[in-house]
Nanobody, 121 residues
Framework: QVQLVESGGGLVQPGGSLRLSCAGS????????IGWRRQAPGKEREKIAC????????TYAGSVEGRFAISRDNGANTVYLQMNDLKPEDPARYSC??????????????WGLGTQVTVSS
């Protein structure tokens, strides 16, 4: 079965860190650019990070640049999102999807079910 499975979410205090994982099943993530988005209740969906297929230079939304880092381990068929200095505005459900290239607005495959991130003291 072809799917993406996110994990690593949880509860963290402001200023804390989490590492999210996006694992591919049934296909190779190495063949795609991979993007992360987040959605919180009452807020717009926001594509926050993307890493290319052949060019792994990442792109970030301004709201997370300098705090979040996306990376890929093709051997593990997984893309990671390291989130540092988490802020009260970061809580959301974080999901990943495949893209042809990071500049594309729409993914070429479905978004995963996501993993929930909560920031609270």
């Amino acid at each position: 079965q072809v799917q993406l499975v996110e994990s690593g979410g949880g509860l963290v205090q402001p200023g804390g860190s989490l590492r999210l994982s996006c694992a591919g099943s049934g296909f190779s993530l190495a063949d795609y650019a991979i993007g992360w988005r987040r959605q919180a209740p009452g807020k717009e969906r926001e594509k926050i990070a993307c890493i290319g297929r052949r060019d792994p230079t990442p792109t970030y939304a301004g709201s997370v640049e300098g705090r979040f880092a996306i990376s890929r381990d093709n051997g593990a068929n997984t893309v990671y999102l390291q989130m540092n200095d988490l802020k009260p505005e970061d809580p959301a459900r974080y999901s990943c999807a495949t893209f042809l290239v990071c500049l594309d607005l729409a993914p070429i495959g479905p978004w995963g079910l996501g993993t929930q991130v909560t920031v609270s003291s």
